[in-house]
Every structure is written in C-alpha cells, then in structure tokens.
Antibody
Framework: QVQLQESGPGLVKPSGTLSLTCAVS?????????WSWVRQPPGKGLEWIGE???????NYNPSLKSRVTMSVDKSRNQFSLKLSSVTAADTAVYYC??????????????WGQGILVTVSS | QSVLTQPPSASGTPGQRVTISCSGS????????VYWYQQLPGTAPKLLMY???LRPSGVPDRFSGSKSGTSASLAISGLRSEDEGDYYC???????????FGGGTKLTVL
C-alpha cells in the first residue's frame, strides 16, 4: 500500500524558507490523487496548507497562499512544500497526506509520520 | 477560530456511547462530504470515517458517522480506553476553495 515519508531540516531561521519533501512509496505520484500538506502547531489542531496534483495544479489555504509553493517531482516520485518568510508561528509538525479521490476533497489516507519544524534563530 | 466547530472535550466511561458534533455552513458541510480523523497521543492522524458515514477497512463498527444539513456527528459506542485521543472533522469549503478542519475534540475515557 501507499506510504509517505516527510524529510527536510528540523530547524529554520526566522524570515527564511521552510522546505520539505514527501517521498511516495508503494504507488505512483502520477496516479489520480491529490497530494496535501497539513500542519499542527504544538498542542494545537490541524491546519490544511494546500494540495498539488501530478499535473502541477495547486490549491492553497488562502491564509498562507502568498508564502506557499508546492510542486511534484515525477522522476523521484515525491512532492514538496516551500513556505517562505517563516516566523515562530510556523513552528509545527508538518504532515504530508494523500487524497485518494480526484473529485472529492478532505479525504486524507494515508498520512506520513510527520516532521517537526522549529523556527528559531 | 476554526471554520468547523467542535466541542473541545468529551468524555465517557468504558462501554458507554459518546457523540462528537461538528458544525459548519452551507459552503462546507452543507454541500460536501465530511471526514473524521482520530489522532492518538504522539501519533499522526488516521482516517476514521469518509464520505460522511463510511468506515475504512480496519475501523471497528463501534464508530459511526452521520450528517444532517450543516452539521455532522461521530458516535463511538462501547467506549474503550484505547479510544482516548483527539478527533477532528474536515470538509472541503467551496467559498475558501480549500479543506477546513474542526478545532478538534479531546476524548477522555474515565
């Protein structure tokens, strides 16, 4: 079955850019799925960051849209997240997830294990 | 302030039935499917219910989902200690063009 694994720096400096990658195994990133990023600040709830389709089409959370870029690398079967101008408020566990339906959204299965990213100097 | 509203906490004793509500609006729950996620302590969220009331394979039939208008509910019957954790509802929002989550409900098994 499909498995997801996040990777990237665990520490990012304020005003810098957070860059994460999600490796997809057990399936193709070119299948009819949307690929999403969700984050969870320590002790708080879940926040959807955005999604990317294998064609490169994206949808972003309006509150983060000006700072977010998502892309797909078909050759490596992975997708990525870039969040610019980060502040301490961006400190969170970042999860990648697959939406198995190309039509309906909000259906995340599976999830990666998550990666804690701390924004600090 | 989350777009979907959930009670911050819920509790019950082993064997009891507990219900968690999720309130939204016409642009999200009222016109799109609702999904429920279970997050046990220290773990990633896990899909618990999809398309309002369907259980993924492996999820016990003690869990059930329902929806009416702009509100949805997750019911857990025969409560067990291993059900203790956080529960989130989610839905697509047509106005925001994105997925919105509830603030989460912390379930305690007394």
């Amino acid at each position: 079955q499909v498995q997801l694994q996040e990777s990237g720096p665990g520490l990012v400096k304020p005003s810098g850019t957070l860059s994460l990658t999600c490796a997809v195994s057990g399936g193709s990133i070119s299948s009819s799925n949307w690929w999403s990023w969700v984050r969870q600040p320590p002790g708080k709830g879940l926040e959807w960051i955005g999604e990317v389709y294998h064609s490169g089409t994206t949808n972003y959370n309006p509150s983060l849209k000006s700072r977010v870029t998502m892309s797909v690398d078909k050759s490596r079967n992975q997708f990525s997240l870039k969040l610019s101008s980060v502040t301490a408020a961006d400190t969170a566990v970042y999860y990648c997830a697959r939406d198995p339906s190309p039509v309906t959204r909000g259906w995340f299965d599976p999830w990666g294990q998550g990666i804690l990213v701390t924004v600090s100097s | 302030q989350s777009v979907l509203t959930q009670p911050p906490s819920a509790s019950g004793t082993p064997g009891q039935r507990v219900t968690i509500s999720c309130s939204g609006s016409g642009s999200n729950i009222g016109s799109n499917y609702v999904y429920w996620y279970q997050q046990l302590p220290g773990t990633a969220p896990k899909l618990l219910m999809y398309r309002d009331n369907l259980r993924p394979s492996g999820v016990p039939d003690r869990f059930s989902g329902s929806k009416s208008g702009t509100s949805a509910s997750l019911a857990i019957s025969g409560l067990r200690s291993e059900d203790e954790g956080d529960y989130y509802c989610a839905a697509w929002d047509d106005s925001l063009t994105g997925v919105v989550f509830g603030g989460g409900t912390k379930l305690t098994v007394l």
